[in-house]
């Protein structure tokens, strides 16, 4: 029997990577595939599944048609490979990953049977507090780039088969929520 692919998506900082470490936790034979960025390494990496390489190696993957889909975000280039998302499904194990909101659409196309779940703000207004505590390191220009995208992004949770709520200092209730669509899903 085939695994199941499903897809956390949403806005920056709306806590998609502390979403997926709690589910987890409550999934453990999920598999973690790994994504390549050319970005530098964070302090805190919480899902801990990124690979990161020079933007060579990035372009090289990309001219080689070895990624499932890839994007550019704020000045960072990620991505998957085909064969790691492809493989593990066929060998009957569940994934869970993060993936931004134009790579979704993208994913829908290649693997039809998944399940696309959208991540919220309880408020967008919160969103340049959220950016700053959890990513100090985040540049004021940065930080306007990603407001602009936010912005775009809110425009595709239309395209997701679920949408959850984050609310400010609970992702408890919406890991519990995603556990639920997960499980309604396994059965």
């Not at 070895?66 to 960072?76: D, G, Q, R, S, T």
């Not at 991540?119 to 407001?147: A, G, H, M, V, W």
């Amino acid at each position: 029997m085939e695994g199941k692919l499903f897809i956390i998506s949403g806005p920056s900082g709306a806590g998609k990577d502390t979403i997926i470490k709690g589910i987890l936790k409550l999934f453990p034979d999920f598999v973690k595939v790994k994504s390549y960025t050319t970005r530098p390494k964070r302090t805190s990496d919480e899902v801990g599944n990124r690979v990161f390489v020079s933007e060579d190696e990035f372009e090289k993957m990309v001219n080689d048609d070895e990624l499932i889909e890839w994007a550019k975000f704020c000045n960072y280039f990620y991505g998957r490979k085909k064969e790691d998302i492809l493989e593990t499904l066929e060998q009957g194990k569940n994934i869970i990953i993060e993936v931004d909101v134009i790579g979704t659409i993208e994913y829908k196309k290649k693997i039809p049977n998944l399940t696309s779940i959208f991540i919220k703000y309880d408020n967008p207004d919160n969103f340049i507090q959220r950016i700053k505590k959890n990513r100090p390191e985040t540049s004021e220009k940065d930080l306007e780039t990603r407001k602009k995208t936010m912005e775009k992004e809110l425009g595709y949770e239309k395209y997701y088969d679920h949408s959850v709520v984050n609310p400010e200092g609970h992702p408890e209730k919406a890991i519990a929520s995603i556990a639920k669509i997960i499980q309604d899903m396994l059965q």
